[in-house]
């Protein structure tokens, strides 16, 4: 049975108010009563907020077939934009909460659909002044994204999947992790929704005590959560992945008992593999879209919608025996990557990832900006599997987890993991990819240390952008005994040099540089810098290069002065 539902406004809570009263509408039941202007100076880049208070009639204010509340917008430039808004349930109001990304004059109006009744609210209008704000993360090319500044990016970071369990330390939070990673010279890391992180759909979060059970159709921990998460990175200049969904989810074994989707539990789909077919399950899906976008779309920090954690992990047993048909999955990303870039005005990067199993079809979508792969146990493949999926899909390519081991962050192993956490750094740094690859077991690595490494791989990611402003040219180089890599930039020459080896070895590389060029090594472990000469067949002097550590080497013109990040 439905309710009648009728929003009222709390005027003690208005920074400011525009009340624009909605067009007439045979349909008294379907009105747009109120919209109120909540922001004091709408600002380029920063999050603009209107409270609306309507006469609707709906049971459950989530499902876009029940109730629909957009906001139409044509930016300065006459580009027409969609917003969705979101009901609110901590305040029991409707918000929309918009990011504009032109300087100017917008004109906008609400449009509020139930059912087959749709009324809309009298146009009117906003100007936006300038901001030194840098704007959302767009693509670019293989090697880089792009902010609507035009201003370049590479992402430096890790894997914060999620925060402390019950059974961890309670230390390992978002506020102590991410203030870490920022302190450090990190700009990036990548997170997941999942029913012990940020458990948007999940009535009976399990393995936390942050969140607690909840029989709202979203549960309000996470919802709280979230809006901090995101004012946080807002405020650390942090960009990150949201990974809105993970295999384990539609694991018979695993999360699938739980699910939302479950018939058993009142969804839609009776298999794990309905999940994919479902028509009543895709519309669930796309609700909860609509609802992310709405609520948190807003925010710059936000880099990157990832729809799943290694789906394919999901798809096939631990034999390899498909259990799920892969072209369902693959249709399922093409229908939601599509419908996801309807309804995000701001256009954010959007991605999946598997494991190691291809999903064939998968990596062809063309509305999924960059596809993702996982390597463990083999940091060593890192730069060559970066060719052969550019050659095939024309896309960028990201290695969203790596490490020595996946089974556990056994701290036995943390001589040899902390060894491939920093070679599988550089090796993207060398390697076209926009996202250096981020290692998996943050808790080891902050328990080992390692997290300072990050400011010395910034370092040289910030030179490298200011060099070449955005060019980079992998160039041929070859050593007796290092493992060597070299990119150009600009006029400028990087040189990455690895010592495989438990002894030390003279750095020595062949590399064509133009002549009258200057050397400075750059020792990334102990943060030290030297002017060095070198021989022509570049030997450089009096140098080497200890065992199992590596060492950076710029070649720039005479009269080039990188400035310091």
Not at 177 to 191: D, E, H, I, Y
Not at 452 to 480: D, H
Request: aromatic residues 16%.
């Amino acid at each position: 049975m439905k309710r009648y539902l009728k929003v009222i406004p709390c005027y003690a809570l208005l920074l400011t108010s525009t009340i624009v009263y909605g067009k007439d509408n045979a349909n008294d039941s379907t009105k747009i009563n109120h919209i109120r202007l909540e922001t004091k100076q709408i600002n380029l880049y920063e999050k603009t907020e209107w409270s609306i208070d309507l006469t609707a009639q709906y049971t459950n204010p989530y499902d876009q077939h029940q109730v629909k509340l957009d906001m139409l917008l044509t930016s300065p430039a006459g580009k027409p934009l969609l917003l969705p808004a979101f009901y609110d349930e901590s305040t029991q109001q409707w918000k929309a909460r918009f990011t504009p990304q032109e300087k100017g004059n917008y004109t906008y109006h609400f449009e509020l659909t139930t059912g087959k009744h749709t009324t809309q609210s009298t146009t009117s209008e906003f100007s936006v002044n300038n901001s030194k704000g840098k704007g959302f993360l767009h693509k670019n090319d293989l090697w880089t994204f792009r902010f609507d500044n035009n201003e370049l990016f590479r992402g430096v970071g890790e894997n914060v999947a999620w925060e402390s369990r019950s059974f961890e330390n309670d230390k390992w939070t978002y506020d102590y992790l991410l203030s870490s990673l920022a302190k450090n010279g990190a700009n990036f890391f990548r997170t997941w929704m999942c029913y012990w992180n940020l458990p948007l759909e999940w009535k009976q979060p399990r393995n936390t005590k942050r969140y607690t059970s909840s029989d709202s159709y979203f549960n309000p921990g996470a919802i709280r959560r979230m809006d901090q998460l995101v004012e946080m990175c807002d405020s650390l200049k942090l960009y990150f992945m949201l990974t809105i969904d993970w295999h384990g989810h539609l694991m018979e074994n695993g999360g699938w008992k739980h699910s939302a989707y479950n018939k058993a539990n009142g969804g839609p789909a009776a298999t794990p593999a309905e999940y994919f077919t479902s028509n009543q399950a895709m519309e669930q899906y796309k609700n909860k879209l609509r609802y992310i976008v709405g609520r948190w779309g807003y925010s710059t920090s936000i880099a990157v919608w990832e729809f799943f954690n290694e789906v394919d992990n999901a798809a096939f047993t631990q034999k390899d025996s498909i259990i799920i048909p892969l072209p369902t999955i693959a249709q399922w990303h093409l229908e939601m990557s599509r419908y996801l870039k309807d309804i995000d005005p701001y256009q954010h990067l959007v991605s999946t990832s598997v494991s190691h199993r291809e999903i064939i079809g998968l990596n062809s979508i063309p509305y999924i900006d960059f596809n993702q792969k996982h390597i463990y146990k083999h940091t060593e493949k890192i730069p060559g599997i970066y060719p052969d999926y550019i050659q095939t899909y024309n896309k960028p390519y990201v290695v969203g987890e790596f490490g020595y081991r996946w089974e556990d962050q056994d701290p036995k192993y943390a001589t040899e993991a902390n060894y491939d956490y920093r070679r599988g750094l550089w090796y993207g740094m060398f390697s076209p990819t926009p996202i250096l690859p981020m290692t998996w077991w943050w808790e080891l690595f902050d328990n080992q240390n390692m997290t300072p490494y990050l400011q010395a791989v910034s370092n040289i990611n910030q030179r490298m952008l200011q060099a070449g402003k955005g060019n980079f040219e992998q160039v041929n180089i070859s050593s007796p005994v290092l493992e060597t890599y070299a990119v150009k930039c600009g006029q400028t020459y990087f040189v990455y040099a690895l010592n495989n080896t438990n002894n030390p070895q003279v750095a020595e590389f062949n590399l064509q540089v133009p002549a009258g060029y200057k050397l400075q090594t750059f020792a990334p472990l102990t943060n030290q810098w030297k002017d060095q000469v070198y021989s022509k067949d570049i030997k450089v002097a009096n140098t080497t290069i200890a065992g199992r550590e590596e060492m950076v080497f710029i070649f720039s013109p005479q009269k080039l002065t990188l400035k310091k990040p």
